[in-house]
């Protein structure tokens, strides 16, 4: 701990403190540019983006403001209709297609008045066509009612329009077709009376005709009547004189600011008026369409805005003349939802990148350290050479020299160890080579010998031949388990059914020095292995318990399971194993017994198979031995089998799981898988 504390406080002052100094540099620096970003850069971008991604929908309210108009008398009903009842008082006539008699009349009428709305003639002319509007405004009102007056209509000829003393419009020409002008000087009287000034004041007020009148009260101008022409004559006089405009919002299309400007004109709206009224209705009708679209459903109202979205995310905003103006800005909402994390990685990236340079910094460290690493494994007794500041390291890379130098001793022992196994098993090969080769020279050259003798002779041979071969086998065992992985091929297997098939094969062994196997597993557990490999695994336990029970003795083979381990037991008496022994009886090559006998001598392979094949399962292995009593644990996962399924045919059947195991005799039998030849 010491060390490792010392060592700790070098790296606290040489990089943890230069890096905890630059991470709250760059943190406080990043507040400030957020702050400035969310300040000055974020408004435009965000109005950038959500302009670019969504466009401004209108509620169209024109159902709305044509009730509110109506209830001002601006909309429903003809106001041509309600001015021509003075002109019919005068005689004109109301007969539909009567308007052809006084087309004329109207022309010049028309002429005058979009002349004073452009202001295109002289001031005379000017005048005269002021007082025209005046005087034709008067007599839509009923206001000229005199006997005997004087008509527009009642001209022979079209012309430039005068107003006489009296107050009735003339439309005057000379033989040329131009105006006089006796009559020219009377108009400035009249004009004055009339409050009329000189010249149009401030904007031109945009020329509506008679036809676009009749149009808009529903009257086609070649059907209309003559009383009828003049009344929307007269209305685009008033129109003029007082100087009404209208400009309809985007809210209501289908509302028309010629309708709405022929009612006011009939009415006797001047333009204050009509402005704040218009005004009034259209809010007011903004209101209820808002209201009525506020009541639908999302879907709904996208449909009804014109937007191909069924989860929309609205703006709503409501512009000074009511006007409600929304957009949908779900791309924006999603686009907006990345800001934070965006930051949020900006943010790691900039510490990411601190903590890396600290890192960097280090490495020369680390170089240093490798340097002597290398230097010390070209040569172990080589100095170690490191700066000061790694004294620290120094002194480990000096243990770990001494911890390697034991390393490589152990494993000049190991391979010592098993070079002396090579021998002795050298030796055991020897031993029944010579002992078959002997036999066989018996059985070719003395012909004569008696036939129990012979079998004798050949029994002994093929007893040897087969330890021989066992003896092989264990190296090539060995040999394949260390060159490659174990290949495991699982399947569902019954634990009962295993134990007892794998205690089966060795019943003749066992009963030959009197060692009854017992077997203590519940029916009905099943666990997940491959059968193949774990029947080896578990016979090379058992055939080790076999080997060194004490005659005459009881080997108890059970199996207990939870829901994750599956416990297999094999426990014999005979001699017992020290501590030391039980801390290597798993290493390969390792032999308890030194005297190598033909009862028990072997490779020392089989329980490290079973090592090798256990942890294959992801399980592990044991042993323990205390009075006189060795116990072998095979622990392996269970994996949740359901359903047992026999084990593959090389085992054979064991008795019926309501018999208790049953005992071999001991009567001469065959040890060999292979078949004996009769002589």
């Not at 971008?45 to 509110?68: G, I, M, P």
């Not at 008067?138 to 006997?147: C, E, I, T």
């Not at 060999?672 to 002589?679: G, L």
């Amino acid at each position: 701990m010491a060390l490792k504390s010392d060592q700790a406080n070098v790296l606290r002052r040489r990089v943890l403190g230069t890096m905890a100094r630059n991470l709250a540099l760059f943190s406080l620096a990043f507040l400030l540019c957020c702050a400035a970003f969310q300040a000055f850069a974020v408004p435009p971008l965000a109005a950038y983006v959500a302009d670019s991604t969504s466009s401004w929908r209108t509620l169209n309210s024109s159902s709305y403001l044509e009730e509110a108009l109506t209830e001002s008398g601006l909309w429903g009903g003809s106001p041509v209709d309600d001015t021509m009842k003075a002109f019919q008082d005068e005689g004109y006539s109301d007969a539909a297609g009567s308007i052809t008699a006084v087309v004329d009349e109207l022309n010049a009428l028309t002429d005058a008045i979009e002349a004073y709305a452009e202001g295109t003639v002289d001031t005379a002319e000017m005048s005269a066509a002021e007082d025209a509007i005046t005087s034709l405004e008067q007599q839509a009102a009923g206001a000229n009612d005199k006997d005997g007056s004087q008509s527009i209509v009642d001209a022979e000829a079209a012309g430039n329009v005068i107003v006489s003393s009296d107050g009735t419009y003339q439309v005057v020409t000379d033989e040329n077709g131009s105006a006089g002008t006796d009559n020219a000087d009377a108009v400035d009287s009249d004009a004055g009376e009339a409050g009329i000034a000189d010249e149009p004041a401030g904007a031109p007020v945009p020329f509506i005709s008679y036809e676009d009148i009749l149009a808009a009260s529903g009257t086609m101008p070649t059907d209309a009547s003559a009383a009828q022409g003049l009344a929307a004559v007269s209305l685009s006089a008033i129109i003029q004189e007082r100087r009404l405009t209208l400009t309809v919002p985007a809210g209501a299309p289908d509302v028309s600011n010629v309708a709405v400007l022929a009612h006011a004109a009939a009415a006797g709206y001047d333009e204050e008026t009509l402005r704040t009224t218009f005004a009034e209705a259209y809010k007011q009708s903004q209101d209820a369409a808002h209201e009525t679209w506020c009541d639908l459903s999302p879907e709904q109202q996208a449909q009804q805005l014109g937007v191909n979205d069924s989860s929309p995310v609205w703006q709503v905003e409501q512009a000074s003349d009511g006007t409600f103006q929304m957009r949908d800005i779900a791309l924006y909402t999603f686009v907006k939802s990345f800001k934070m994390p965006l930051a949020i990685l900006v943010f790691v990236v900039g510490w990411l990148l601190i903590v890396l340079r600290a890192l960097n910094q280090s490495l020369r460290y680390f170089d240093e350290l490798s340097g002597a690493v290398g230097r010390m494994l070209a040569d172990k007794n080589a100095p170690i050479e490191l700066p000061p500041d790694l004294s620290i390291a120094r002194n480990e890379l000096a243990v770990i020299r001494s911890q390697s130098l034991a390393d490589e001793r152990a494993a000049k022992a190991a391979e010592q160890r098993k070079n002396e196994l090579v021998a002795y098993l050298a030796h055991d090969i020897r031993t029944p080579l010579t002992s078959v080769l002997g036999y066989l020279d018996l059985l070719r050259e003395a012909t004569d010998l008696p036939r129990d003798t012979l079998r004798k002779y050949a029994d002994v041979a093929y007893t040897k031949a087969e330890r021989l071969e066992s003896l092989i086998n264990e190296f090539f065992e060995i040999t394949r388990y260390n060159l490659s992985a174990i290949p495991i091929e699982r399947e569902t297997v019954g634990v009962r059914l295993f134990c007892q098939q794998v205690a089966e094969a060795f019943f003749p062994e066992a009963s030959a020095r009197n060692i009854r196997i017992s077997v203590d597993v519940p029916a009905g557990d099943t666990f997940f292995v491959d059968p193949d490999k774990m029947a080896r695994a578990l016979g090379n336990v058992l055939r080790n318990a076999v080997a060194y029970a004490d005659a005459s003795s009881t080997i108890a083979l059970a199996a207990r399971q939870d829901e994750q381990f599956t416990t297999i037991t094999v426990a014999n008496r005979g001699r017992e194993i020290s501590e030391a022994h039980l801390e290597s009886i798993f290493e390969k090559f390792y032999r308890e017994d030194g005297a190598r006998t033909t009862r028990s001598g072997g490779a020392g392979l089989g329980l490290a198979i079973a090592k090798e094949i256990v942890v294959a399962h992801q399980g592990d292995i044991e042993a323990a031995s205390q009075r006189g009593v060795t116990v072998f644990s095979l622990r392996l996962p269970t994996r949740g089998a359901t359903r047992a399924v026999p084990l593959k045919p090389r085992y054979t059947h064991a008795p019926t799981p309501s018999a208790p195991p049953r005992m071999h005799d001991n009567r001469p039998r065959s040890r060999s898988k292979h078949a004996r030849r009769k002589p």
